[in-house]
């Protein structure tokens, strides 16, 4: 386990490091005269995908799990203050580098997406609603498939059946999940343009004839449940197996957005790339 550990930390930070060689473009923005970081940009990548792939959700749990298991791939880690803030910084470093994985995988081609949203709660009091840094942005909505009322956000996500994200928002609760997803596809045109006759399956929510026709300009199927008083829609009998399999990809998604902080969250579409 821990040679394979090793290995694989050592891959992430030489594709990361081989990648800011070519694109120093892409690393946090720095005053040109300053103290270097001790911690390379390169190694705080490898450190971040390291702590999602094993599962940590608390930063200052990881950052001691590390401390006392990792000193050997990592001579130098900072506290958790100093990590967050480095971490926001390097937002888009991070999407563009999971897109390069994600893209090396055999599961990229996958002609079949699911695309599903699942509410993000940050908070549950009138006092933290009142208090958060959030408030502004940060919304009521319901949640149908729990039958309540949070205060939070939305994740919206495109991924391959497999798990793998394709896409992702992070939006206020009560944003329209089928304008958002229009609006992930229109911020990388990339993603369909070599897909003629992709496959999307949403669920009942995913509706609308001006929204399916704008899909099918796209040359991009959709297949969702049927809603009342509609008469069964064509693949209805794959969406209760696929149910399962996408909520745990909701669930595994929400908890590595929590765990990151959703103050790093903005209301627009995001992806990979």
């Known amino acids: 386990m821990t040679h394979n550990l090793d290995t694989l930390a050592t891959a ?26 001790r911690l390379s940009d390169a190694e705080l990548v490898t450190l971040a995908m390291m702590q999602a792939m094993l599962g940590f959700t608390s930063e200052a749990r990881w950052l001691r ?8 791939l990592f001579p130098y880690l900072p506290q958790q203050p100093g990590y967050n803030k480095r971490l926001r910084k390097a937002a888009g470093l991070m999407r563009t580098i999971n897109r390069i994985l994600a893209i090396n995988t055999s599961v990229w081609s996958d002609d079949v997406w699911v695309v599903d949203s699942t509410p993000v709660e ?9 208090r958060s840094d959030l408030a502004g942005w940060v919304e009521y909505g319901y949640c149908a498939s729990h039958s309540r009322f949070f205060w939070g956000l939305r994740l919206h996500l495109i991924c391959t059946l497999q798990g793998l994200p394709v896409a992702f928002a992070l939006t206020g609760a009560k944003a329209d999940e089928r304008e958002t997803l ?13 897909r003629p006759g992709q496959t999307l399956i949403g669920d009942k929510n995913y509706f609308g004839r001006a929204f399916e026709h704008e899909l099918a300009e796209q040359e991009t199927n959709l297949l969702r449940s049927a809603r ?12 209760k197996p696929l149910r399962q399999i996408i909520e745990s990809i909701n669930e595994t998604s929400r908890a590595s957005s929590t765990s990151n902080g959703t103050a790093d969250a903005h209301p627009t579409a995001s992806s990979l790339a």
């Open 12 to 37: 992430l930070y030489a594709t990361t490091d081989d990648l800011l060689k070519e694109r120093p473009d892409l690393a946090p923005r720095r005053p040109p005269v300053g103290i270097a970081p």
């Open 65 to 72: 799990h590390a401390r006392a298991h990792l000193r050997r």
């Open 122 to 130: 940050c908070g549950r009091s009138r006092e933290t609603v009142k």
């Open 182 to 194: 229009l609006d992930l596809l229109a911020a990388d045109p990339d993603l369909l343009r070599d």
């Open 228 to 239: 009342k008083g509609e008469r069964e829609r064509p693949g209805a009998h794959l969406f």
